[in-house]
């Protein structure tokens, strides 16, 4: 299987701040790597698919970059409905896995 | 607007079989296009991806779950469900079923979810 490692794990911002969030294939997986933003008790929501399509009616301060095994999350300007656990996800083959989430909080 | 909302049965005890059924609206399950998921998130933690179905029966499942998970598909109700045998605690989770859109290569449509806990 191909294992998803994301960092941090949780994060502690401002307002207005710039967010990053990196996650790190086990293996090259190209482009076959999505983002999901999961706010608490709700189902996750696709923001981000082939590492850098951004999804319609996805705010543009979110975006995504990398390929091969390193891949960045990034959130421009954190607003406070941000806040949400964010994962990674790739389809490169079978099983498809997800990182371990990285948990955003507001400073 | 494709909607998806599971249905099960909440509480299962200990080596029981847990059944739980998604039922798809604003689409038809049948057309083509689209894998149907079982995702499931144990009590604070991520996301595991249980298998899922395409609208021929084909089945494709994560060798995590050791041949337990069976998933199948009813195209005359637009339902798809999951089957997991001998559940221990351990399957205690949310279970989400979802849509994975082949062009989109992505889950782009998931149901709330429904709470499960395997208790006696």
């Known amino acids: 299987d191909i294992q998803m490692t994301q960092s941090p794990s949780s994060l502690s911002a401002s307002v207005g701040d710039r967010v990053t969030i990196t996650c790190q294939a086990s293996?090259?997986?190209?482009?076959?790597l999505n983002w999901y933003q999961q706010k608490p008790g709700k189902a996750p929501k696709l923001l981000i698919s082939?590492?850098?399509n951004l999804e319609t009616g996805v705010p543009s301060r979110f975006s995504g970059s990398g390929s091969g095994t390193e891949f960045t999350f990034t959130i421009s300007s954190l607003q406070p409905e941000d806040i949400a656990t964010y994962y990674c996800q790739h389809y490169h083959d079978l099983p498809i896995t997800f990182g371990q989430g990285t948990r955003l909080e507001i400073k | 607007q494709v909607q998806l909302q599971e249905s099960g049965p909440g509480l299962v005890k200990p080596s029981q079989t847990l059944s739980l059924t998604c039922t798809v609206s604003g689409g038809s399950i049948n057309s083509g296009g689209y894998y149907w998921s079982w995702i499931r998130q144990r009590p604070g933690k991520g996301l595991e991806w249980i298998g899922y179905i395409y609208y021929s029966g084909s089945t494709y499942y994560n060798p995590s779950l050791q041949s337990l998970a069976s998933i199948s598909i009813d195209t005359s109700n637009n339902q798809f469900s999951l089957r997991l045998s001998s559940v221990t605690a351990a399957d205690t989770a949310v279970y989400y079923c979802a849509r994975w859109g082949m062009a989109a290569t992505a889950f782009d449509y998931w149901g709330q979810g429904t709470p499960l806990t395997v208790s006696s």
């Open positions: 082939d590492a850098y």
């Open positions: 293996q090259g997986i190209t482009n076959s």
